[in-house]
């Protein structure tokens, strides 16, 4: 197996100074038992199926791997992506997604979702797309979230599975709507920048 590329991105770094008592990790699939867990804010798009990832600082919510899974009818391709990101104490989420994969209209971004460590000081979510005749390449992107933290961790590796030489256009996407101002250091940077102000 041929490893193309791994991204390691420290993404949604919140300036929220607040502090909160410690409390361990935990990831939790939604359910009907579990919904009053879901987030507020007017971007909201969790639904039964998604994760939830929680410390003691913020709140995220990972789409589900039904091949179905649609945010809504102009988000879609969304398994495996971050929908809703937010801090305990603003509880209000305006993220619309964020694809670490690149954004999908047709096919599955994500086939497989494993919590690998769903408990303690750090917890740690795997999503997988295995490869397939239109893709033949997998991808498998791992969400870390540590106590005390106010930031997700995402690594995404892509990886060859066959024995012929693969390329593809390497993206990741986000989407915000409404008053997004990108403020951005200029020349090449390991960071972006962007600023809402809701």
């Known amino acids: ?3 193309l ?21 935990e990831i939790i699939q939604i359910t009907a038992a579990t919904r009053h867990l879901i987030p507020k804010g007017k971007k909201v798009d969790a639904i039964d199926g998604d994760w939830i990832l929680k410390n003691d600082k913020v ?35 305006q ?3 964020y694809y670490p994969q690149d954004y999908r209209l047709d096919g599955i971004s994500t086939d497989k ?3 690998v460590k769903a408990h303690g000081k750090e917890i ?13 390449y997998q991808s498998e992107t791992v969400y870390t979230l540590r106590e005390g933290e106010k930031f997700l961790r995402i690594k995404t590796t892509h990886s060859n599975t066959g024995k012929n030489a693969v390329s593809f256009y ?25 600023y809402k102000k809701y």
């Not at 791994?6 to 361990?24: D, E, G, M, Q, R």
């Not at 390497?170 to 962007?194: H, M, P, Q, V």
Request: hydrophobic residues 50%; glycine residues 4%; charged residues 15%.
């Open 95 to 97: 993220l619309v997604a």
């Open 59 to 93: 709140v995220v919510v990972i789409a589900g791997a039904a091949p179905d899974q649609k945010a809504n009818r102009i988000v879609q391709g969304i398994q495996g992506a971050v929908l809703d990101f937010t801090s305990l104490t603003a509880n209000n989420n």
């Open 124 to 136: 740690i979510l795997k999503c997988t797309r295995h490869s397939t005749v239109e893709e033949p």
């Open 5 to 25: 590329l791994t991204k390691f991105i420290v993404l949604f770094c919140l300036l929220n100074t607040s502090f909160l008592t410690a409390v361990a990790g």
């Open 113 to 115: 979702i494993e919590a």
């Open 1 to 3: 197996m041929y490893k």
């Open 170 to 194: 390497l993206a990741d996407k986000i989407k915000l709507d409404n008053d997004i101002i990108d403020i951005s250091l200029r020349g090449n940077n390991n960071l972006s920048f962007i």
